[in-house]
């Protein structure tokens, strides 16, 4: 499947259904009635910046731009009771999860698992520190947590210092923070004390409520 063409259809379907032409499109965008067309056609990839504002303008989700996805060969659903979530590669800080933009694909989740507000999101895994538990190119669903006393025991994604995220099993005692690595022989654990959390800082950004391999 041609993803860019793919969401350029669901562009024009939108935009046609609410009796729009290119040229309302592009004002809206503040760009031109000739990217309009590019984008519809597949010629041009639509950024995520644009989707979400498309998503906006159509009373849309921005899930709605794209096919629904199905792990391990099985059959994709069109279900009320699920909903798409986005898989990130890496995140960068100081942006919000929700606001990430570097989205390689959308997943599903049951939809009651959002009850009460919580917020998802995917990373596939890079690297080997959490083997044998996890492997390269696991996608790991996160919910999104900042509260240190729940992520203790608990596989998380934690931002250090502005870095990219890292992943790894969080450890809480009296001095501080310990990230511990499930590889062992490979990696050390990353020790942080209560001021280096302060000052760094050393933030929960999300715990571990799912793995999803494929084959």
Do not use: H
Request: glycine share 6%; charged share 30%.
């Amino acid at each position: 499947m041609d993803i860019n063409k793919y969401i350029g259809n669901k562009i024009r379907e939108f935009r046609e259904n609410k009796n729009l032409t290119q040229e309302d499109l592009a004002e809206y965008l503040n760009t031109t009635s000739q990217t309009i067309s590019r984008y519809e056609i597949g010629d041009r990839k639509t950024n995520n910046d644009i989707l979400f504002e498309l998503a906006n303008y159509f009373k849309i989700s921005i899930n709605d731009f794209y096919p629904p996805l199905a792990f391990d060969n099985a059959k994709a659903i069109e279900d009320e009771n699920i909903v798409f979530i986005p898989v990130l590669g890496t995140i960068k800080a100081g942006i919000p999860i929700e606001a990430q933009q570097e989205i390689l694909e959308y997943i599903d989740i049951p939809k009651k698992w959002t009850d009460g507000g919580k917020v998802f999101y995917g990373l596939k895994i890079s690297g080997n520190s959490m083997t044998p538990k996890y492997s390269e190119n696991d996608i790991v669903i996160f919910e999104k947590m900042e509260d240190m006393l729940s992520a203790n025991n608990k596989d998380c994604a934690v931002m250090v210092n502005g870095d990219d995220a890292t992943f790894k099993k969080v450890s809480l005692n009296d001095n501080g923070i310990v990230l511990i690595p499930y590889n062992t022989s490979e990696y050390n654990m990353m020790i942080y004390s209560k001021e280096e959390i302060a000052n760094k800082p050393v933030r929960i950004i999300g715990i571990a409520r799912e793995k999803r391999t494929r084959l």
